[in-house]
């Protein structure tokens, strides 16, 4: 079984910055691909980025492509998403997202992971 916890969300001004972790607990040795997904109200749940445990391959949304950036520790037991110039757009909850398989480039489809935080919060004010 593997836990996921997120943190780092708030509210900031467009133009502005946040920083969200996410700490993997329990069988981590069995996930080979980290993610960020978002969902905002009334919208359904999108993908936002991913990396992989091989290479450490990194994907992207077009949304935030350039402005997004995902990182993990050497542990791979921290995984982080690092927000610029953050937009109204891009206002919903957050969740962290784990999955057991491996893919070039790394999975997007919210069926391709396996475990699943709580989410948490981000508000983008114009």
């Known amino acids: 079984q593997v836990r996921l916890r997120e943190s780092g969300g708030g509210s900031v001004q467009a133009g502005g910055s946040l920083r969200l972790s996410c700490a993997a607990s329990g069988h981590t040795g069995t996930l080979y691909t980290l993610g960020w997904f978002r969902q905002a109200p009334g919208k359904e749940r999108e993908f936002v980025a991913a990396?992989?445990?091989?290479?450490?391959?990194?994907e992207y949304s077009d949304s935030v492509r350039g402005r997004f950036s995902v990182s993990t520790d050497s542990s791979w037991t921290q995984l982080y998403l690092q927000m610029d110039k953050l937009k109204p757009d891009d206002t919903a909850v957050y969740y962290c997202?784990?999955?057991?398989?491996?893919?070039?480039?790394?999975?997007?489809?919210?069926?391709?992971?396996?475990?699943w935080g709580q989410g948490t919060q981000v508000t983008v004010s114009s």
């Open positions: 990396i992989t445990w091989i290479g450490r391959r990194t």
């Open positions: 997202a784990a999955g057991r398989s491996d893919s070039s480039p790394p999975n997007v489809g919210a069926h391709e992971y396996d475990y």
